[in-house]
């Protein structure tokens, strides 16, 4: 059943919560809810249904489109809120002030939200710093099948509005959580070798020993993509049994973090479409 429209006509706690929402990760921490907007980051939202919506915001003052309408029918959002159009383009992170926004409850940070498969392909990235790059790696492990994607240590943060905006939908499609501790990285390692038995851990580095295509990929992998700027923590490159590099011609000496890990991404789906179902571990 549609909720009953609750109408927003000042700044009050309903904006103020949406507000500092969108600008405070540590508001969002304590919220534990983030918001969303933008047509493909909202259509993924709804087919999720994995996801809680608090609240639906819009404003009645413009014309909605079937989309939008279609949206406040069928999404099971807690709320709607009716804004005026003041406050909704005040609110809007876009250009074009967006029809509808979302306030989502943020799911637990724990990587048991991360199936383990016999054929494992799981995606760590190692305290990314840009919201854009992380938005980019979100996208990608969704486009080439990661089961999930684990965010270590002192890192951007997952919802923040340019890493939900360079995701565009895909973080609702992917498991994807953050690790804060070295030593809950290591548990949660420890419990991944015994569920995924032959696992290889590879980390990716401009200074590899091994070139990318022969990394075995075809084994259940831990994927390891470094720091933009520092790479791979030595904590973690020590942890890996591959450190692959890409082979470059040009006088650029690394790529950018998301373009690299979008390549890595790419050589895995090689591997393992032009072998299907075959998992093999091989020593280095």
Not at 124 to 129: F, G
Not at 147 to 176: K, M, N
Not at 249 to 255: D, W
């Amino acid at each position: 059943m549609r909720p009953k429209p609750l109408k927003v006509q000042s700044e009050n706690q309903w904006f103020q919560r949406a507000e500092v929402l969108q600008r405070n990760r540590k508001k969002r921490n304590q919220h534990r809810q983030f918001l969303v907007e933008g047509v493909h980051s909202l259509n993924a939202l709804v087919a999720n249904n994995a996801w809680a919506i608090e609240a639906l915001l819009y404003t009645p003052d413009r014309r909605l489109s079937d989309w939008a309408s279609a949206i406040l029918e069928t999404a099971p959002a807690r709320h709607h809120l009716e804004l005026s159009a003041q406050l909704m383009d005040k609110l809007s992170d876009k250009d074009e002030p967006s029809e509808l926004i979302a306030i989502v409850d943020m799911p637990t940070d724990d990587p048991a939200r991360i199936p383990i498969k016999r054929d494992a392909f799981i995606v760590l990235a190692d305290r990314p710093q840009n919201p854009g790059n992380l938005g980019t790696l979100i996208r990608s492990c969704e486009a080439f099948g990661a089961h999930g994607l684990i965010v270590t240590g002192h890192a951007c943060d997952l919802y923040d509005p340019p890493t939900l905006r360079a995701a565009t939908g895909a973080l609702f499609g992917l498991a994807t959580t953050h690790i804060f501790s070295q030593d809950d990285l290591n548990t949660w390692l420890e419990q991944l070798r015994q569920q995924a038995p032959g696992l290889q851990m590879i980390g990716t580095s401009a200074h590899g020993e091994t070139r990318l295509a022969h990394c075995p990929f075809t084994a259940p992998t831990l994927l390891v993509i470094g720091n933009e700027v520092v790479g791979l923590s030595r904590r973690i490159r020590e942890l890996c049994d591959w450190v692959g590099s890409i082979p470059m011609s040009g006088q650029i000496p690394s790529l950018n973090m998301a373009s690299a890990a979008t390549v890595c991404l790419y050589e895995v789906q090689r591997q393992r479409m032009e072998i299907p179902g075959v998992i093999q571990a091989t020593d280095p």
